[in-house]
């Protein structure tokens, strides 16, 4: 059995081998020219303009941040904000023991204590409660107002604590003798 093939001697090999490698690379540069000929966008394409790099170099504190000037004289919040913030995740569900709001026998219980020592026990911590509820940021009389306020949600009748007076300026720098 003979077999029959187009190439019969080492030159007509070298030439196959040769075409075949041309047409190959030459389907790979048209290819290349067909990918890069039009001008793609995508994802990051635009990395390295000016206002890409601005936001990238922006510091993180500018990033929807509130600043506070820590000199300035501090505004009390309401005892339901206080509650809002610090008191409702344990007290609106009565976790770790804690009286639920509108729970009248359980904060009738507390509240014959006395004001003052429950307003203690909140400041201070009282078994699994941390002192301010856990927001040492808190102003004795926000707490105190938050104590109120559940309280009284809860039939008690007590009386919001008022803000304490501004302290007094300092006095002002005397003037030099001449």
Same mark, same amino acid.
């Given at each position: +059995?003979?077999?029959?093939? /187009?190439?019969?001697?080492? &030159?007509?090999?070298?030439?196959?081998?040769?075409?075949?490698?041309?047409?190959?690379? !030459?389907?790979?540069?048209?290819?290349?020219? =067909?990918?890069?000929?039009?001008?793609?966008?995508?994802? @990051?394409?635009? $990395?390295?303009?000016?206002?890409?790099?601005?936001?990238?170099?922006?510091?993180?504190?500018?990033?929807? =941040?509130? !600043?506070?000037?820590?000199?300035?004289? &501090?505004?009390?919040?309401? @005892?339901?904000?206080? =509650?809002?913030?610090? *008191?409702?995740? *344990?007290?609106?569900?009565?976790?770790? $023991?804690?009286?639920?709001?509108?729970?009248? %026998?359980?904060?009738? %219980?507390?509240?014959?204590?006395?004001?003052?020592?429950?307003?203690?026990?909140?400041?201070?911590? !009282?078994? %699994? +409660?941390?002192?301010? $509820? @856990?927001?040492?940021? !808190?102003?004795?009389?926000?707490?105190?107002?938050?104590?109120? =306020? +559940?309280?009284?949600?809860? $039939?008690?009748?007590?009386?919001? /604590?008022?803000? /304490? %007076? /501004?302290?007094?300026?300092?006095?002002?720098?005397?003037?030099?003798?001449?």
């Amino acid at each position: +059995m003979s077999h029959d093939s /187009p190439i019969r001697t080492p &030159k007509q090999l070298a030439a196959a081998v040769i075409g075949f490698f041309a047409v190959t690379i !030459l389907g790979i540069i048209l290819l290349v020219q =067909y990918v890069t000929n039009t001008k793609l966008t995508g994802a @990051g394409s635009e $990395g390295q303009t000016s206002q890409a790099v601005e936001a990238r170099l922006r510091p993180v504190a500018d990033a929807g =941040y509130t !600043l506070k000037d820590a000199n300035a004289p &501090k505004v009390l919040q309401s @005892g339901e904000a206080i =509650y809002t913030s610090t *008191c409702q995740a *344990c007290h609106g569900t009565g976790a770790a $023991g804690a009286p639920k709001v509108g729970d009248s %026998a359980a904060w009738g %219980a507390r509240l014959a204590q006395g004001e003052a020592t429950v307003i203690k026990h909140a400041l201070e911590g !009282l078994k %699994a +409660m941390p002192a301010k $509820g @856990g927001n040492p940021d !808190l102003d004795d009389v926000e707490v105190a107002r938050a104590v109120v =306020y +559940m309280a009284n949600k809860s $039939g008690g009748k007590l009386k919001e /604590p008022a803000a /304490p %007076a /501004p302290a007094a300026a300092p006095a002002a720098a005397e003037a030099p003798k001449s």
